[in-house]
C-alpha cells in the first residue's frame, strides 16, 4: 500500500493506496508543536480503524507548503514504518513543463494538483484549488504549467472579516437564498459566497482569454468548492475533492 501525505497550511491530507485504488483519506489539523512520536501515534489511530497497519505501507510520498513540520512528519514515518519519504520538490519528476520565471516559487501541492488534472482528464484546463488561499493553475494542452494566480480562501477571508471588525459575528457558510440579505448573517453570506463566485468565473474566464486555449476545462478540488457551484453549476467543470492526493499518487509512480 501507498501512503500520500499533503501537508498544507491548515490542514494535513492523508490518503491510502491499494494498487491504483484510494481505499481511505483522513484529515488532520496543522500543529507545528505536535511531535514526531504524537504524528506517528495519530496516525496508528487513524489506520487502527480501517484494519490497516504500519506493516502494510510500502512506499511514500509527501508535498507539502509548510516547512516547519516537514522534519516531523519525516520522522514520524522513519521511525515508525521505517520508510523515507519521497518528497515533491526540485529533481522529482513530473511530466510537467514549468513556465515560471522561477520555478522554484511554484508550491508543490499547486505541482500536484496541475499533474493529477492533467493527466487524469487532459488539458488545456485551470485548476481551482479552495484551500487557506485560492489558486489558479494554468495548463496547456501539451502539459505546460503556464502560470496562474492567487486569492485569499474562502474560510480565510471571511475569518479576517470577523477578526476586524468588531460588530461582525462568526457564520455559518451556507448559500443564502437571495444576494441582497435581510439580516448580517445573511448580508455576509452573499457577500462571501457570491463574492467569491464572480471572482473564480472572472478569473477563469481572464485565463482563457489570455492564453488562447478558450475550451480549457476548469478542475476544482478542495473542501469549499462545491459553494461556487451551488451559485453557478456553469463555471466549474469537474470537482474531484481528492485531486491532490491522486496527484501524488500519480508522481510516485513516475519516480518510484
Known amino acids: ?19 491504483d485504488e484510494l481505499v481511505f483519506s483522513w484529515r488532520m489539523s496543522v500543529k507545528v508543536m505536535r511531535t514526531a512520536d504524537e504524528m506517528g501515534i495519530t496516525m496508528q489511530n487513524l489506520f487502527t480503524t ?28 522513519m521511525h515508525y514504518m521505517n520508510i523515507k519519504p519521497m518528497m515533491v520538490g526540485v529533481g522529482v519528476k513530473t511530466g510537467l ?12 501541492d499547486r505541482i500536484v494538483n496541475s499533474v493529477a488534472g492533467y493527466k487524469l482528464y487532459g488539458g488545456p484546463c485551470i485548476i481551482v484549488d479552495f484551500g487557506t488561499a485560492t489558486t489558479f493553475n494554468m495548463i496547456s494542452d501539451k502539459g505546460e504549467f503556464l502560470g496562474g494566480a492567487i486569492a485569499p480562501g474562502i474560510k480565510t477571508s471571511l475569518d479576517s472579516l470577523v477578526n476586524n471588525a468588531s460588530k461582525l459575528m462568526r457564520i455559518e457558510l451556507n448559500k443564502p437564498d437571495n444576494i441582497i440579505g435581510k439580516t448580517t448573517a445573511a448580508n455576509m453570506q452573499a457577500g462571501t459566497i457570491y463574492g467569491f463566485t464572480g471572482l473564480v ?47 501524488l499518487k500519480i508522481i510516485y509512480n513516475m519516480n518510484k
Open 50 to 77: 480501517k484494519g490497516i497497519s504500519f506493516e502494510d505501507i510500502d512506499g511514500i510520498i509527501m508535498s507539502s507548503v509548510s516547512p516547519s513540520i516537514n522534519y516531523t512528519i519525516e520522522h514520524a514515518c
Open 97 to 108: 513543463n514549468i513556465k515560471y520565471l522561477n520555478p522554484h516559487e511554484v508550491g508543490a
Open 1 to 19: 500500500m501507498l501512503l500520500v501525505i499533503d501537508a498544507g497550511n491548515t490542514n494535513i491530507k492523508l490518503g491510502i493506496f491499494d494498487g
Open 201 to 247: 468565473k472572472y478569473i477563469t474566464q481572464k485565463m482563457r482569454e489570455e492564453s488562447g486555449f478558450m475550451d480549457a476545462k476548469v478542475i476544482a478540488t478542495g473542501g469549499l468548492s462545491e459553494l461556487v457551484t451551488q451559485v453557478d453549476s456553469n463555471i466549474i467543470d469537474v470537482i474531484d475533492r481528492y485531486l491532490t492526493l491522486k496527484g
